[in-house]
């Protein structure tokens, strides 16, 4: 079983910055691919960006490319997203999964958080 929880969200101005964190329990942390997902009111969930056990081959949804960054420390067992020139339709809430392997697609991951909010304002 894993637990993951989401932290950092908040409310920034458009243009500002946020890094979120996701920690997991556990000593497992490591087996899992994690990726990051976000679902505004009244859209459906979408992808945002994954990273692979390794911390290597990250890849991003075009909406966070060169704004969103994806890490991990594993001896932390926290995965991050540090999101840059954040844009009003980025606000959202952010959530953290865990799966066995990077993907795009939401049902291949087990566990999620419970989300953190994000709130960019014009």
């Known amino acids: 079983q894993v637990t993951l929880v989401e932290s950092g969200g908040g409310l920034v101005q458009a243009g500002g910055s946020l890094r979120l964190s996701c920690a997991s329990s556990?000593?497992?942390?490591?087996?899992?691919?994690m990726g990051w997902f976000r679902q505004a009111p009244g859209k459906e969930r979408e992808f945002v960006a994954a990273?692979?056990?390794?911390?290597?081959?990250?890849y991003y949804a075009d909406s966070g490319k060169g704004r969103f960054t994806i890490s991990r420390d594993n001896s932390k067992n926290t995965v991050y997203l540090q999101m840059n020139s954040l844009k009003p339709e980025d606000t959202a809430v952010y959530y953290c999964?865990?799966?066995?392997?990077?993907?795009?697609?939401?049902?291949?991951?087990?566990?999620w958080g419970q989300g953190t909010q994000v709130t960019v304002s014009s």
């Open positions: 999964a865990a799966g066995p392997s990077t993907s795009a697609v939401g049902y291949s991951y087990d566990y």
């Open positions: 556990g000593r497992t942390f490591i087996r899992y691919a």
């Open positions: 990273i692979s056990w390794s911390g290597g081959s990250p």
